[in-house]
C-alpha cells in the first residue's frame, strides 16, 4: 500500500503510471452495499470506481400507518411495530440494509396498489426506487470529496429506464452506460444490456444487437492493449455464467438432488471479447458465478453479489501499462 | 417487467415484488439436509462403535453415548447453520472464519481441516476393500459355500488389497468429475443415497424386528460351516474366552469414552456450508438443514441400536473382537455391523443388499469430500494466497480440475498409509479436525463485535440476556466442541489421548504452523507481484 501515496489510485511504477480499479456489480437496493462501495475509494485507495449494473431494488416493504401513529411492517415474515421515531428510523433502516425499499403507506393506499394493474405497479415502483437512488446519488456527492476519485455508474438489465435521467443529472457520479470513456490513459466501453433472461427485465437484447452494439462501442474505443470492458452480462460458457436453470414457471429446474446448471452468459459479449481481445473485461449479473478467467489474452472478471449478506463483492484491478492484476475483495 | 404483490393469505400485502434476475426459487433445504446426513456416515460410525468396542470400550451404552455427542454437536450444528445464513460462500468456514477473525486463523483452520479429511481418506478407502468388497464376497461364500467367493474376498483385506482397491476408488471418483462433473456427481449420489437407505438401515432394522440371538447363532453356525468351520459360535466363544474375554456391566467412563467414536457423526454433520455460496438459499435453509441433520442421525441410530441389539449383542460384539477371527472361520478378519446383520439375515441376497448398501455410504464419501476440499482450495485461490491455478474451473464440466487433481493425489496417498502403516488410527484424525471447528466457535462468539453492522442486519441481531445471540451460540458451540476435544485428548481409544498418543496433538499444531507460514510466504510472494491479498479481508463502512 506504500506504493500509493503520489495520487490517489496511481502510482509509479517501472511499467509507468498504474490506475487501481475498483468495480463491483448487482447490490440491488441495498443502501449499505451504496455505502460501502462509495467508501471503496478510501480504503482500497481506488481511484475508480465503476458500478457495473443491476443497482435498484426488488422489494417494496410497505410500512403501514396504524391509527395510533404507530408503524407496521413485515420483516422476514415477522410483523414489526414500531412506536416511536426511532423505531421507525431503526425499522427502516433494516429494511434497507437488506435490499429493499421501505415506504410509509396507508392500509388503504397498499390495496390500491395491490389493485393496479401490473404495468400501473410497475410505474409506482419505479416512482419508489427513484426517490431511494437520489438519496444515493446526493450521498455520492458527501462521500467522494477527493476530486481526483472517478466514480462510473451504469444501469444493469433489472434497472427501469428512470435510472439513466438520474445518473445524468448526479455531479459527483458519471454516467458511462453505451459510451466510450477515459481515465488515466485508459478506455472503458460500457453496456448495461443483458441477453435474453427468463425474467423479462427492462434491459434486454437478441444476441445480433448486442454484438452489434458491444462492437460499436469497441470500435470507437480503438487501442485494446489500454481498453476495459464494462458489460454486465458475461460472455457465454466461460463459469463466469453459471447459475440454476428454470422454468417456465421462474422455478429451478433440479438435477438429481441439486439444481441443473447452465450457461447464462451472452454468445455476442463472447464474440465480442475473442475478436477484441481487450485488457480486461468486468460482468456481473450471476450473482452466484464469481470468478476470474481469461478469454485469450483477456482477463475476464465476475465478483458475483452477496447482495442480500450486506456484504459487497467486489474485484479491485491494478492496471499497469498493458498489464492488468486482479484481487477479488468483500467488504 | 411485472411486478407481484404477496398476499399474506387474505390480508394486505406484505411486500411489493419485481420480476428481475436473481430473484429465483432457490434450490430446496432437502437437497442440504441429505448432503449432511450422507456425509457424516453414520453407517461407517456405527459400524466403527462395534469394532472398537471390545479393546476401547466395554460396558459403554451405545445409546447414552451417541446422545452426549449429540448434545455436544448440537450447538455447533446451530452456529454453522447461522454462519452459512450469514456468509453464504463457497469455502464454508475458511470465509467465517478469515473475516470474523483474521485471515491467517481462517486459512490455518481450513487447511487442517483439508489436510485431516486428506488422512482420514484412507479409513474409508481401505474400509471399501475390508469391509465392502471382501465382507461381499465372504457373505456370498458363508451363504453358498464357494471356496472361490472366499479367496476372492480374502484378497482384499491384504495391504495389497486395500490399497490397489482403494486407490481405484479415488480414482473412478475423481474421474466421475472429470468426465461428468458435479452433475453426474449428484446423478451418482442419489442412487447411492437410495443403495445407503436400505441396505446401511432399512434392512438391520427390518432384520432386528424379526432376528434374535438364538436364530443368529444358528445362522451364524451355518454361515461359519459354509467357510470350513463347522460349531462356528461355540469356536468363537472358546476363543474369546481363551483371550480372556470377560463380560462387563454397564460403565459411565466407557459410555463418555466412546462419545469420541459417535464425535465422527455429531462433529462433522455441518458440511453443506461448504457449498452455501453455489446456489441461493432461502432465509432458514441452513438451519433447518444442519441441526436438522442431527435429528434424523439421531432418530436413526435411535431405531437401528435397539435392532441390532436385539441379535447382536454387547457380549456378542465383544467376543467376536476377542476371539481369534481364523478360529471360527474367519481367516480375514471379524465382521463388522453390515456383515452381521447380513448373517442374521440368513439370505445370500438381503445380506449381499447390506453389505452393498454400506459400502455405498463409503463409495459417495469419496466424491463427497473431494468436494469439500477442492471447494476450500477453490476458496484460497479465489483470494489469491495460493495459485491461481488451483481455482481454474474446467468450463465444460463446470469443475475445479486441478484442486480435484491435487485431492485425487492426496487421497491415495493417504490410503497407502492406512494400507501399509499403522501410524494413524481410525479415529485419530478426529483430533485435527476438530481444533477447526474450534475456531469457528470463538470466530462466531466474536462475530457481533467484529461484524457489527452485517450481525445487526441480519435476522441473528438480537440479544440474550444482554449479549448477542450469536455469541451465545459461539459460546455454547464452544463448550461443545471443547468438551468433545477433551474426550478425544482424555480417550484412549482415539488415537489422540494425550496419555497414549501425545504425539497427534504436537501433529495438529505443526499442521497450523506450516499452514501459517505458507500464509505470510504467499502475502510477500504477492505484493512482490503488485497484489495486495489481504484487501480481500480488509472492511468496507457501513454508514
Not at chain 1, 454516467?175 to 427485465?201: A, H, K, Q
Not at chain 2, 486428506?118 to 461364500?141: C, D, H, P
Not at chain 2, 442486519?457 to 440474550?464: F, L
Amino acid at each position: 500500500m506504500g506504493l500509493l501515496r503520489r495520487k490517489r489510485g496511481e502510482e509509479e511504477a517501472g511499467g509507468g503510471r498504474a490506475v487501481r480499479l475498483y468495480y463491483a456489480s448487482d447490490i440491488h437496493g441495498t443502501e449499505t452495499l451504496w455505502s460501502k462501495f462509495l467508501h471503496a475509494a478510501r480504503v482500497y485507495e481506488a481511484g475508480v470506481l465503476v458500478m457495473g449494473g443491476d443497482v435498484t431494488g426488488k422489494v417494496v416493504v410497505p410500512v403501514v400507518v396504524e391509527d395510533g401513529g404507530a408503524h407496521v411492517a413485515e420483516l422476514f415474515g415477522r410483523a414489526e411495530r414500531a412506536g416511536s421515531d426511532e423505531e421507525l428510523a431503526d425499522l427502516e433502516g433494516r429494511i434497507r440494509a437488506n435490499g429493499m425499499y421501505p415506504h410509509r403507506m396507508s392500509a388503504a393506499e397498499v390495496d390500491r396498489v395491490a389493485a393496479l394493474s401490473e404495468q400501473a405497479r410497475e410505474a409506482w415502483f419505479a416512482e419508489v426506487m427513484l426517490l431511494t437512488f437520489e438519496r444515493w446519488l446526493a450521498l455520492a456527492e458527501e462521500r467522494l470529496a477527493d476530486p481526483a476519485v472517478r466514480c462510473f455508474v451504469m444501469p444493469g438489465n433489472d434497472d427501469p429506464p428512470a435510472v439513466d435521467g438520474a445518473i445524468e443529472r448526479a455531479t459527483r457520479v458519471e454516467g458511462c452506460d453505451g459510451r466510450v470513456v477515459e481515465f488515466g490513459g485508459y478506455r472503458m466501453v460500457s453496456l448495461g444490456y443483458s441477453n435474453r433472461t427468463p425474467f423479462d427485465s427492462p434491459r434486454e437484447l437478441d444476441e445480433d444487437e448486442l454484438y452489434r452494439r458491444v462492437c460499436a462501442l469497441a470500435d470507437q474505443a480503438g487501442d485494446m492493449d489500454r481498453c476495459v470492458f464494462n458489460l454486465h452480462v458475461p460472455p457465454h460458457d466461460s463459469t463466469l455464467d453459471t447459475c440454476a436453470a428454470l422454468d417456465e414457471h421462474l422455478e429451478v429446474v433440479m438435477a438429481g438432488s441439486e439444481p441443473k446448471l447452465i450457461a447464462a452468459g451472452s454468445t455476442a459479449v463472447r464474440e465480442a471479447i475473442e475478436r477484441y481481445q481487450p485488457l480486461a473485461s468486468l460482468h456481473g449479473h450471476i450473482h452466484e458465478s464469481a470468478g476470474a478467467t481469461r478469454i485469450g489474452r483477456t482477463l475476464c472478471i465476475n465478483p458475483g453479489s452477496d447482495y442480500h449478506t450486506g456484504r459487497i463483492a467486489g474485484c479491485v484491478l491494478q492496471l499497469r501499462g498493458d498489464g492488468v492484476r486482479h484481487q477479488f475483495v468483500t467488504g | 417487467m411485472s411486478t407481484t404483490a404477496d398476499r399474506e393469505q387474505a390480508g394486505s400485502p406484505a411486500l411489493f415484488t419485481r420480476k428481475a434476475t436473481g430473484l429465483v426459487r432457490e434450490g430446496r433445504t432437502r437437497d442440504a439436509l441429505f448432503y449432511n446426513v450422507m456425509w457424516s456416515s453414520v453407517a461407517l460410525t456405527f459400524a466403527f462403535f462395534w469394532i472398537l468396542y471390545p479393546f476401547a470400550y466395554q460396558g459403554s451404552n451405545a445409546i447414552l453415548a451417541f446422545l452426549i455427542a449429540a448434545a455436544l454437536g448440537l450447538p455447533g450444528a446451530f452456529l454453522y447453520a447461522m454462519l452459512a445464513q450469514l456468509m453464504p460462500r463457497t469455502g464454508g468456514d475458511y470465509v467465517f472464519n478469515s473475516r470474523s477473525l483474521h485471515p491467517v486463523a481462517g486459512f490455518a483452520a481450513s487447511v487442517s481441516y483439508c489436510f485431516w479429511l486428506a488422512v482420514v481418506y484412507g479409513v474409508y478407502t481401505t474400509y471399501i476393500a475390508a469391509y465392502g468388497i471382501g465382507a461381499f464376497s465372504r457373505v456370498m461364500a458363508g451363504n453358498t459355500g464357494s471356496s472361490g467367493w472366499l479367496s476372492f474376498g480374502d484378497w482384499f483385506s491384504t495391504e495389497w488389497g486395500l490399497f490397489l482397491t482403494g486407490s481405484a476408488a479415488v480414482l473412478i471418483s475423481a474421474l466421475m468429475f472429470v468426465l461428468g462433473g458435479t452433475r453426474l456427481f449428484f446423478k451418482v449420489q442419489v442412487a447411492a443415497f437410495g443403495l445407503y437407505m436400505v441396505g446401511a438401515f432399512l434392512l438391520p432394522i427390518v432384520i432386528g424386528v424379526f432376528q434374535d440371538s438364538g436364530g443368529f447363532a444358528s445362522n451364524f453356525n451355518d454361515y461359519g460351516a459354509n467357510l470350513g468351520t463347522p460349531d462356528a459360535m461355540n469356536a468363537m466363544q472358546s476363543s474369546a474366552a481363551d483371550a480372556g474375554y470377560a463380560s462387563a456391566g454397564f460403565s459411565l467412563e466407557a459410555t463418555v469414552k466412546s462419545v469420541s467414536v459417535f464425535w465422527f457423526i455429531f462433529g462433522f454433520i455441518y458440511s453443506s456450508n461448504y457449498f452455501a455460496g453455489e446456489i441461493r438459499l432461502r432465509k432458514g435453509t441452513h438451519l433447518r438443514s444442519i441441526p436438522g441433520a442431527v435429528l434424523v442421525a439421531v432418530l436413526f441410530l435411535l431405531v437401528l441400536t435397539p435392532a441390532y441389539l436385539h441379535y447382536a449383542s454387547y457380549d456378542l460384539n465383544g467376543m467376536l473382537g476377542f476371539a481369534d477371527p481364523a478360529a471360527y472361520g474367519f481367516a480375514a478378519g471379524a465382521p463388522a455391523y453390515p456383515e452381521i446383520a447380513a448373517i442374521a439375515s440368513g439370505s445370500s441376497i438381503l445380506g449381499g443388499l447390506i453389505v452393498i448398501g454400506f459400502t455405498a455410504g463409503l463409495l459417495i464419501w469419496l466424491p463427497q469430500t473431494m468436494l469439500l476440499i477442492s471447494r476450500s482450495m477453490f476458496a484460497w485461490s479465489f483470494d489469491r494466497i495460493m495459485p491461481e491455478r488451483l481455482s481454474y474451473v474446467d468450463p465444460r464440466r463446470r469443475s475445479p480440475v486441478v484442486a480435484i487433481g491435487v485431492v485425487t493425489v492426496l487421497a491415495i496417498a493417504s490410503t497407502a498409509i492406512y494400507a501399509f502403516t499403522d501410524w494413524f488410527s481410525t479415529l485419530s484424525v478426529l483430533l485435527g479436525l476438530s481444533l477447526t471447528l474450534l475456531v469457528t466457535a470463538v470466530a462466531g462468539a466474536a462475530l457481533p463485535y467484529r461484524q457489527k453492522a452485517m450481525v445487526a442486519a441480519s435476522p441473528y441481531g438480537r440479544t440474550v440476556a444482554g449479549l448477542p445471540l450469536l455469541t451465545v451460540v459461539g459460546g455454547l458451540a464452544l463448550l461443545g466442541f471443547g468438551g468433545a476435544i477433551g474426550i478425544l485428548l482424555w480417550d484412549p481409544g482415539s488415537g489422540a489421548s494425550l496419555s497414549e498418543n501425545p504425539g497427534k496433538l504436537g501433529l495438529a499444531a505443526i499442521v497450523y504452523a506450516v499452514a501459517i507460514a505458507v500464509y505470510f510466504v504467499s502475502r510477500a510472494i504477492r505484493r512482490r507481484q503488485g497484489i495486495d491479498f489481504e484487501l480481500a479481508y480488509r472492511e468496507l463502512p457501513p454508514e
